[in-house]
């Protein structure tokens, strides 16, 4: 069974810094391009970033360009998102998800339950 | 930046109907768009793939159809548990995959 499971959310004050992880198994991790994508509170959902299998290629929504950094350990089967110069409206559950690619079609097929990271003074 | 927009924002309907969510990107997307659903408290859930491929595990009231700018996701016959937020994205300008804002189904 796929399983993604987030972890190191919480409260930080703006210009902290945390690492979210994510913890994967079930399935072949090194194969996948993996991503962040996060959902403020009452809000719809927003991709933040992602990383390809052998973290040769690498992206960021314009909004956490500079600030945030994804990384892959293969031999761990994690995924990590460090986030710094946090801001309020980076106030959000954060979801890491599998991209799956069928008929040249790039989908997110597997979620994990998400970490909420609250942003406040 | 391709930007979608979901329509209505939020229904009413009653378990039994057929309801009908539609989907505009801003430009052509071929038939690079999905459909997930996210009940409360829950991750979103992959329903549809490449506009009308059924993901695995997915009851068939549930449908997919549209190519270029125009998509519609079907439910043939609601039921209970299909209340609640329906999200399309497209993937055709990847990475980011954009989101449209969502559709909110609620019993009537």
């Known amino acids: 069974e796929v399983q993604l499971v987030e972890s190191g959310g919480g409260l930080v004050k703006p210009g902290g810094s945390l690492r979210l992880s994510c913890a994967a198994s079930?399935?072949?991790?090194?194969?996948?391009?993996l991503n962040w994508v996060r959902q403020a509170p009452g809000k719809g959902l927003e991709w933040v970033s992602s990383?390809?299998?052998?973290?040769?290629?690498?992206y960021y929504a314009d909004s956490v360009k500079g600030r945030f950094t994804i990384s892959r350990d293969n031999a761990k089967d994690s995924l990590y998102l460090q986030m710094d110069s946090l801001r309020a409206d980076d106030t959000a559950i954060y979801y890491c998800?599998?991209?799956?690619?069928?008929?040249?079609?790039?989908?997110?097929?597997?979620w994990g339950q998400g970490t909420l990271v609250t942003v406040s003074s | 930046d391709i930007q979608m927009t979901q329509s209505p924002s939020s229904l009413s309907a009653s378990v039994g109907d057929r309801v009908t969510i539609t989907c505009r990107a801003s430009?052509?997307?071929?038939?690079?768009l999905n459909w997930y659903q996210q009940k409360p408290g829950k991750a979103p859930r992959l329903l549809i793939y490449?506009?009308?491929s059924l993901q695995s595990g997915v009851p068939s009231r549930f449908s997919g159809s549209g190519s270029g700018t125009d998509f519609t996701l079907t439910i043939s016959s609601l039921q209970p548990e299909d209340f609640a937020t329906y999200y399309c994205?497209?993937?055709?300008?990847?990475?980011?995959?954009?989101f449209g804002q969502g559709t909110r189904v609620e019993i009537k």
């Open positions: 998800a599998r991209r799956e690619m069928i008929f040249g079609v790039s989908h997110l097929d597997y």
């Open positions: 079930g399935f072949t991790f090194r194969s996948y391009t």
């Open positions: 990383i390809s299998s052998s973290s040769s290629y690498i």
């Open positions: 430009q052509s997307i071929n038939s690079y």
């Open positions: 490449a506009a009308s």
């Open positions: 994205q497209q993937t055709y300008s990847t990475p980011q995959g954009t």
